[in-house]
């Protein structure tokens, strides 16, 4: 029986090994970052291309169109992104001046009524122009990602034209000829149903965000719009981040006030409610959520490691590893713990609790 001074040994390398990968990670975020990015086009490309290939089309002709699609998406979204995002820099100073006002203003009111605040203290702690200036920070970053485009679409097309012909290779190399792989197929086609049924249902909450800015008259609705389409990819709070700053901007704006605020908050509760409780589940087919605690966990760890970005692809990545955990009978039980709690444990906690 091992000793507890071994025991501990092995803990301690396996926490220096653990540091040396996140510090590698951290380091490779140039590279890493637009390789993801591939991936998670590949995956979602991957029906469409396969679709083309049972017509007859060989794989290296079928993928043209494919890459083509793909390649116009993300010009498209990456022009839009970046219009909008020089327009809004433009503006920031102007936001950020008008929030840092109504802030100080908001101290000194309760200062006079006898409520003593020290204005310097929380002006450092917690300064509401920041939230606007993170939105800034995370759409920037996304353009700098995007802005990899060559080694994106390079990388996904190499892929794309393995995507055939690796479940042969791979019977070839494990001396099985005739294995079917079924478990692994029906985990990469839950997780490709998934991140399109999550990029459609982001999509549809980004326009229905864009459509109500523009109604109540907020600058800046296009950005608004595709901040929230971002942020959809992030359970739970990632509804609440994309709504302060439009809150905040509608506070400060010239012809808004407190009445536009109220409307554009009852809107994106509304719908957050409506698609993400009634629409996202009704087209999944069943409940594919993550903890709150593991999304917050996912998003400042990784949020550390690749920044803004990284934030944004966690989730995405621990639903994958989460539904390839639901396929595997040994390691299910971490799928369970990374979910959220089942309704019916909930209601009736057990004896031992």
Not at 3 to 21: E, H, I, K, P, Q
Not at 70 to 94: H, I
Not at 144 to 173: C, D, I, Q, W, Y
Request: proline share 6%; with cysteine.
């Amino acid at each position: 029986m091992p000793s507890s001074g071994t025991r501990g040994g092995r803990a301690l390398v396996s926490l220096a090994a653990f540091v040396v990968v996140v510090a590698g990670l951290k380091a490779a975020t140039t590279i890493a970052v637009p390789f993801l990015f591939a991936v998670f086009l590949t995956v979602l490309a991957t029906p469409s291309l396969l679709w083309i290939e049972r017509r007859g089309i060989p794989p290296a002709i079928a993928v043209i169109p494919v890459v083509l699609v793909l390649l116009g998406a993300l010009a498209l979204f990456g022009a839009l992104l970046t219009a909008s995002l020089d327009r809004f820099a433009d503006e920031l100073p102007v936001y950020r001046a008008a929030l840092e006002a109504m802030f100080v203003g908001g101290i000194d009111f309760l200062r006079s009524h006898g409520v003593g605040v020290p204005v310097s203290g929380y002006a450092e702690s917690f300064d509401p122009a920041e939230v606007v200036d993170m939105v800034s920070a995370l759409a920037t970053a996304t353009v700098a990602a995007l802005s990899n485009t060559a080694l994106v679409l390079l990388t996904m097309l190499f892929m794309l034209l393995e995507v055939a012909g690796f479940p042969r290779k791979l019977r070839v190399a494990i001396g099985r000829p005739e294995a079917e792989f079924a478990a692994a197929r029906s985990m990469l086609v839950e997780v490709q149903r998934y991140l399109a049924i999550k990029t459609a249902i982001s999509l549809l909450t980004g326009a229905l965000v864009a459509l109500m800015c523009l109604l109540v008259g907020l600058d800046f609705p296009l950005l608004w719009g595709l901040v929230a389409f971002l942020l959809n990819y992030v359970p739970n709070i990632g509804g609440f981040i994309a709504a302060v700053p439009t809150l905040l901007i509608a506070l400060v704006q010239p012809g808004l006030g407190t009445g536009s605020m109220f409307a554009l908050a009852f809107g994106h509760a509304l719908i957050h409610t409506v698609v993400g409780n009634i629409v996202e589940p009704a087209w999944m087919g069943r409940k594919l959520g993550l903890s709150a605690l593991v999304v917050l966990l996912c998003l400042v760890f990784w949020g550390f490691v690749w920044g803004p970005v990284g934030m944004l692809l966690s989730v995405p990545l621990t639903m994958a590893v989460k539904i390839a955990l639901e396929n595997n009978e040994d390691l299910k039980w971490i799928a369970v713990l990374l979910g959220p709690t089942p309704p019916e444990l909930r209601s009736k906690p057990s004896a031992h609790d």
